[in-house]
């Protein structure tokens, strides 16, 4: 891209757990930008963040006006995007938006770079959503598998660290654990009960189908990324002790039968996933060793699952703040400025 | 019991995590005995144990004679009562051995003490033994559904704590944590990989069909101990940093259509489970906040399974080391002893 078009691109929610990631991988990919522009609240206004080598400062997004701005990075809240997204997008900025404010609006595509980026035209709105971090690593797994034979139900347990809950949910976990191993109380402030060395089975508010929030993203999300609204999906989201990657117990009835062997196969050829998948000590991926601060999907524990005769089973561990959110953003915005000649 | 015979009591693997556990609940709950001899390898013998607040002295398992011992509680691993349960057998002594080595033996009844105690007087060997930790709490909460409607299936992600891999489980994620928040090098030494703020999905060894040991316990000893080889089961074992209780996302079809209201109802009455099931934060059971030290199995976010018209979904959490192991055995005891006129 370095002969095309260069772009000004804005980062909004820059001083957060995920926007600090969006300017590095802004940087390490060597997006074409003439001008990086890190966006947040009044409070955090006037500080600086790093952008490759470089410290920016952070502006006001209260008072930025976004014309002449192509590109909005947005992962500073619902209700922040609810206000400036529109507000950005009525300037003529495209905005790619990390949090659930838009996503199940028909008229906002929802995409994984990966899985459906034929979707990234049709926005009406000017904006284009970011999946929930849980419905993508496993999507980018399960598409491939999904075009090949088809999937009708997926039971899915998730382990989530708890750098989905932001950069207050890492402190809580260092905080508590420091505390713990000083034999201090541990009292809980960003999650509902102690996380350290503990789980929790609620993420996002409860529904009233006894399923949480975050669980039904996944429900919601899946159909309309797979533009099949036939696909059964049950999910368990429980956040666990772990700082970075999110991991997931995976298990699919697919509406042919496929081998264990030939889904190895697929998703070692799939865009953004590497398969780990030796049965001995270490064959397998976890949060530390393969996924944080890394850019694939990792699949491993890659099985026929044998309670079911179109039954497989697999384990997926991806960086919930790269893959999961920063990553698959700015690969958004990198198709976005292809298609602008970038 | 209090006022009936007493009972010459062994506890094999007495210095152990488990062994320890076994001697406070048979002082809790005020076991009958009139001896309790700890046993365990000539390397911990000599040194003392709490039997309530009394010390005793450990023996040396190799060289003790059963004769006159009545019932023996085993927790030393598989090749300890490969050798021993056999020679306590013979000599007259009921062996309730925690370990996998006998728990597939047709001629061995494997029991938990609330889902099928009927099977006790089967034991031509002189041998009982405990399910699996995993197996045993899934069981407790899932028999009453079974026995209501039948269960045709089960997937099941488990969150299992370290303390499932003994005393040098507990060590190495207290060595692996501490060192980390001091910015040492957390070295693996018990698990295959770092434990710490990470997940393992592997817990025993590999099978040929891409399971662990540990996930195919759960799929036989399920079948056994509910006397159904019509059951599938589908695990994936995954070790959490945690210390104590092991926890479960399950997800059941049943044959016939069941409310989640009359599960709810159902486990509210059943014997050695408590429902903890609100729909708001903290309305749920976790391992520290209900299960770590307590005796029952706790049972949460039931809910009718959105993806199946016969499936129900729950969330499972037990002190593995209590009910999941010395609990269950003592309870065996008890049931023993009530036969034998204690």
């Not at 088809?150 to 708890?162: C, D, K, L, W």
């Not at 036939?230 to 496929?258: C, D, L, M, W, Y």
Request: charged share 25%; proline share 6%.
């Amino acid at each position: 891209m370095a002969e095309g078009r260069k772009f000004k691109v804005a980062v909004v929610g820059a001083t957060g757990a995920v926007g600090e990631v969006m300017l590095a991988i802004l940087a390490e990919r060597k997006f074409p930008v003439s001008e990086v522009v890190p966006l947040a609240s009044e409070r955090s206004a006037g500080g600086t963040v790093k952008f490759g080598n470089r410290d920016l400062t952070v502006r006001n997004l209260d008072t930025y006006d976004f014309a002449g701005t192509d590109f909005g990075f947005f992962s500073a809240g619902s209700s922040v995007s609810k206000v400036h997204g529109p507000r950005a997008a009525a300037a003529g900025c495209v905005v790619v938006d990390n949090t659930s404010q838009f996503r199940y609006d028909a008229d906002i595509p929802l995409v994984v770079s990966e899985v459906n980026p034929h979707q990234i035209p049709n926005r009406p709105r000017g904006i284009i959503a970011n999946p929930n971090c849980s419905t993508m690593q496993m999507l980018v797994a399960l598409a491939p598998i999904h075009r090949a034979v088809g999937i009708e139900r997926i039971n899915v347990a998730t382990y989530q660290s708890v750098s989905g809950a932001g950069r207050s949910g890492l402190e809580e976990l260092g905080r508590q654990t420091a505390a713990m191993l000083n034999f201090k109380d541990p009292s809980p402030k960003k999650f509902p009960v102690q996380i350290a060395f503990n789980l929790i089975p609620h993420i996002d508010d409860f529904q009233d189908n006894g399923y949480t929030k975050e669980e039904m993203k996944v429900v919601w999300e899946t159909r309309k990324i797979l533009e099949d609204e036939s696909i059964q999906v049950n999910p368990t989201a429980v956040r666990v002790p772990v700082f970075f990657g999110h991991s997931e117990a995976v298990h699919i009835e697919t509406r042919e039968k496929i081998s264990a062997e030939r889904v190895r196969e697929l998703l070692s050829n799939a865009p953004g996933v590497v398969v780990v998948d030796e049965r001995k000590p270490g064959g397998y991926p976890t949060p530390v060793t393969h996924a944080a601060g890394k850019d694939p999907v990792f699949v491993g524990r890659i099985r026929e699952d044998i309670s079911h005769p179109r039954g497989i089973s697999l384990w997926v561990v991806a960086d919930n703040i790269r893959k999961g959110a920063a990553l698959n953003a700015i690969q958004i915005g990198e198709l976005l400025a292809k298609e602008r000649g970038g």
